[in-house]
């Protein structure tokens, strides 16, 4: 195989950037200038060659026939021969050194084919002219030469065109002097020339083609190899990264100049110390090296005169053809910028922006590593879970902003409170938790959580603005009440829920009691699903009367809940969780439904009020459902009436409002229930959705024995009639409580003194058998 000398590579790597073509390559345009270039430069070198060969070849032909014809024809012959050859010769290494690379001179095929042909036609003009002239002897030698000469086409075979047109002419002469000139070669003889040059052709194309593939392929090679080497260099220079190569005891071999850089040493100093030993030792590289597999992203951390810094190896093992290890060849790259990034995402996806604290996803990490801590080390850990009281109203109120600083100045009485004892997080909105790793004296974390309490309910001075809010506090600890950071969590959050439940403010501790009722409520709200689909709901009626007369004017439906196992529920324990759990929808259909029934059957004067739950006042379907029961039972509007309490103004007071007045339309009443006991909704009175107050029974009961009650209940009165509604007592359960709210202006009574709460049967009789009649006290 033919290969061009390194000189030659050099000056067409330097030349012919890109693989731009070069050369007759631009010419014809079918092959790659690497192929073209290089077949330039083996002609250039084969030239003296086939030169050489040409000219003692003429010589020989000259002295054969010195004195057999004229030796001026003979002289002549050779010089011109000998001075086209040194020509061609010359010529063709000129052009191997001059029309290759970028700057080269084209070269047409075509060219290199006419100095061939007119070679072989120099060589060939005097013994073609001589051989008809010659003995046998002579014509013999010249037949000889001239097939001599066509071998010489081996020194064209690097460009194919060019040999088969040397062989083409010689075999032509030689061909019409032996068959078609008076030739006096004997047959045997004529065969053995032929066939000589025969083997010559086929040997020299052959060699020819197999040339040509050689010169391709190390042309595509030396393209590849040197793409490859630019990129590299072009790795380097850009600062991208750096190569390193280690021998099989892991000295260093080649290391480029920035790694020497970053190592603070010269490239050349470097080279056969251990490479571990210059990188600080780390086990991790020793290891990856001694094991002799191939390696990705080693990151260790680098001290330098620049500081820390962190890189990254990546690396493969040297197998020589006797699959013998001789080290290790790789890549480096300093990746500190990349891991200061990833360490402000990591800070970013760990923190809330807000308060700067740990968010939830980084309290569950604290909570995790102090439960495995506490584990190992039998030192329980505590969670604290933190949800602030009366905070709602702020935002409401005084706007956002104002509610961020709250929080914001919230965290920071947190951290003071709890200083290096634990980590304070904020979970979101106006919830925090504080993770404390080391909770072995509970009567500390009691301790913690009251100065919390405390420092909490302190006000706040936001922009001249004092706001006060409150806390609650739910704590667990682990792994005493959970194993697992969701069950620690679920535990803490059952604690905060009955804080929020005890009145708020203070703090409560998870208990096994705690547990076996939140899973009795579980139980409750699954009963509670399966109950409004049997149906186990029904409704009880309390009378209503006039104050005036003592006449029956109506019922209050109370609904009633007969658990099959449970017994009787009361109101305040399932109503609650049907609230929670998102059932007051589907149960205040059916009191509505069952109320409308009840109500139709029974005559004009008569009506029925129920209780709408402030979690059902916000559905904006309630008017419809109204709407659709009163038309089924053919009911008008005005014997139904709908009690709502001053709840129904804490959230959504517009949308709520809005609701109250569509019902209103429908001809439905409107009762505002327990009036004075809750949030001052007087601003809403004049609304005209309301046409009736009903004072509390708690005002009434006490009437007797504290005049303040009496005072209060005589402003609730006059406030009423001030704007056209009328006044409802309840929990009337004696004669002087009757005589009192009478005597006080109320207009209807409710309580005890007239009726408990009756089924539907004994409330159909009571309607039957007392009409209109007065009733009895």
């Known amino acids: 195989m033919y290969e061009a000398p390194d000189r030659y590579k050099r000056m067409i790597a330097a030349r012919l950037p890109d693989g731009e073509s070069a050369g007759f390559a631009r010419d014809s345009g079918t092959e790659s200038s690497p192929l073209k270039d290089a077949q330039l430069i083996a002609r250039g070198q084969l030239a003296p060659f086939l030169a050489l060969t040409n000219i003692a070849a003429a010589l020989l032909f000259c002295a054969a026939l010195w004195g057999a014809t004229q030796a001026t024809w003979l002289v002549g012959w050779l010089v011109a ?12 290494q000129s052009q191997a050194v001059t029309c290759v690379g970028r700057a080269g001179h084209s070269v047409p095929q075509w060219q290199m084919i006419a100095d061939v042909v007119v070679r072989a036609a120099a060589w060939l003009s005097l013994p073609l002219y001589l051989f008809p002239q010659l003995d046998s002897g002579g014509q013999i030698i010249a037949g000889t030469l001239i097939a001599g000469v066509g071998i010489a086409g081996l020194g064209l075979v690097v460009i194919f065109a060019c040999a088969v047109a040397w062989m083409s002419a010689f075999t032509a002469g030689l061909s019409g002097a032996l068959l078609l000139m008076q030739s006096t070669v004997s047959f045997q003889q004529l065969l053995a020339m032929l066939f000589v040059l025969g083997v010559a052709i086929v040997g020299v194309l052959t060699v020819a083609r197999w040339a040509a593939g050689q010169l391709k392929t190390n042309a595509d090679m030396g393209s590849q190899s040197e793409s ?8 380097e220079q850009r600062g991208v990264g750096w190569l390193w190569q280690v021998d099989g005891e892991n000295r260093v071999a080649y290391i480029s100049s920035r790694m020497g850089a970053l190592i603070g040493r010269p490239s050349n100093q470097i080279l ?18 001694l094991d002799k597999q191939p390696f990705t992203n080693l990151e260790m951390e680098l001290k330098t005169a620049r500081g820390n810094r962190w890189i990254s190896l990546s690396g493969d093992p040297i197998i020589d053809t006797a699959g013998r290890f001789e080290g290790f060849r790789g890549v480096g790259l300093d990746i500190t910028d990349v891991r200061h990034t990833q360490e402000r995402l990591t800070h970013l996806a760990n923190v809330d922006v807000l308060s700067g604290l740990p968010n939830r996803g980084r309290v569950r ?14 030192v329980p850990c505590a969670i604290m879970f933190l949800d602030l009281d009366g905070f709602k109203p702020v935002n409401d109120t005084f706007g956002h902003p104002k509610g961020d600083a709250v929080l914001q100045a919230v965290a920071k009485r947190l951290c003071d409170e709890v200083a290096s004892d634990g980590h304070v997080g904020r979970l979101g909105g106006d919830e925090f938790a504080i993770v404390i790793p080391d909770a072995q004296s509970r009567k500390k974390i009691e301790q913690l959580a009251d100065r919390i309490i405390v420092a909490i309910g302190e006000p706040f001075l936001i922009d001249g603005t004092e706001i006060r809010i409150g806390v609650s506090v739910g704590c667990a600890f682990g792994p005493i009440d959970g194993a697992t950071v969701d069950d620690l969590i ?14 708020r403010g203070v703090v409560r501790y998870f208990s096994s009691e705690l547990q076996s009722e939140q899973e009795d409520r579980v139980r409750l709200e699954a009963d509670l ?20 007369n003592q006449k029956l004017i109506g019922f209050e439906a109370l609904v009633r809940w007969n658990h099959p196992r449970r017994g009787f529920v009361p109101p305040n324990v399932f109503i609650p969780v049907a609230e929670e759990c998102g059932l007051m929808g589907p149960l205040g ?12 059957s029974w005559p004009e004067p008569i009506t029925v009020a129920l209780n709408v739950s402030p979690k059902q006042i916000i559905l904006p379907n309630l008017p419809n459902v109204v709407s659709q029961a009163l038309a089924r039972h053919r009911l008008p509007g005005n014997r139904i009436e709908l009690e709502v309490t001053e709840g129904v103004f804490l959230d959504s007071s517009s949308r709520s409002l809005d609701i109250l007045g569509r019902l209103r339309a429908l001809g439905v009443g409107i009762a505002l229930d327990d009036f004075g006991t809750g949030y001052s909704s007087i601003g809403y009175l004049n609304k005209a959705v309301f046409h009736k107050l009903k004072i509390d029974g708690s005002f009434v009961r006490d009437a007797g024995t504290r005049p303040g009650n009496v005072a209060i209940i005589k402003s609730i009165v006059q406030l009423a009639k001030d704007f056209r509604m009328s006044v409802t007592a309840e929990g009337v359960e004696t004669a002087e409580d009757f005589e009192r709210m009478r005597e006080l202006g109320c207009d209807t009574i409710q309580g005890y003194l007239f009726g408990k709460p009756l089924s539907y049967e004994r409330a159909n009789q009571l309607v039957v058998g007392l009409g209109a009649r007065k009733m009895a006290s």
């Not at 251990?274 to 290891?287: F, N």
């Open 589 to 600: 259909e059916f009191i509505i439904e069952e109320a409308c029934r009840a109500a139709a």
């Open 365 to 378: 990490q604290l909570l995790g590593e102090a439960l495995r801590a506490a584990t190992a080390g039998n």
């Open 529 to 548: 699903r399966a109950a409004l689909e049997s149906r186990q709901f029904h409704l009880a009626f309390q009378p209503l009367v006039s104050a005036k």
């Open 228 to 235: 490859a080497s630019l990129l590299l260099q072009e790795y």
């Open 490 to 503: 679920l535990k803490a959050d059952l604690a905060l829920y009955q804080a929020k439940d005890a009145g």
């Open 81 to 92: 021969v000998s001075g086209l050859n040194v020509l061609a010769m010359r010529w063709s």
């Open 272 to 289: 056969g110390h251990s490479l571990p030993a210059l990188l600080g030792g780390h086990a991790d590289l020793g290891r990856v090296l």
